[in-house]
Nanobody
Framework: QLKVVESGGGLVQPGGSLRLSCAAS????????VGWFRQAPGKEREAVSC????????NYVDSVKGRFTGSRDSAKNTVYLNMTGLKPEDTAVYYC????????????????WGEGTLVTVFS
């Protein structure tokens, strides 16, 4: 079965950090861009970041620039989103999604989706 699974969400205070993981099974992430999307209660799903196949991080939301960076571990077939300086407005369910060869900010372009991991930033 081809799938991606997120992990690493949790509760954190403002200013804290989390690292989200996106692990693939049944296929290699080597040729895939891995996007991170989030959906807060009552809001639409939005693209946050994407890690390109060569490891570059594209941030689509101005408020996360300088705070969110991505990385890849090919040996573990996993892509990470390192989030620092977390703010209450970062609270959402975070989804990873894989797209063959490219990155996209559009939900319709992604090939595989995880089920999400909850990030809650509270004071």
């Amino acid at each position: 079965q081809l799938k991606v699974v997120e992990s690493g969400g949790g509760l954190v205070q403002p200013g804290g950090s989390l690292r989200l993981s996106c692990a693939a099974s049944g296929f290699s992430l080597f040729y895939y861009g891995v996007g991170w999307f989030r959906q807060a209660p009552g809001k639409e799903r939005e693209a946050v970041s994407c890690i390109t196949p060569v490891g570059e991080t594209l941030n689509y939301v101005d408020s996360v620039k300088g705070r969110f960076t991505g990385s890849r571990d090919s040996a573990k077939n996993t892509v990470y989103l390192n989030m620092t300086g977390l703010k209450p407005e970062d609270t959402a369910v975070y989804y990873c999604a894989a797209m063959y060869r490219y990155c996209s900010r559009y939900v319709k372009d992604m090939n595989y989706w995880g089920e999400g991991t909850l990030v809650t930033v509270f004071s």
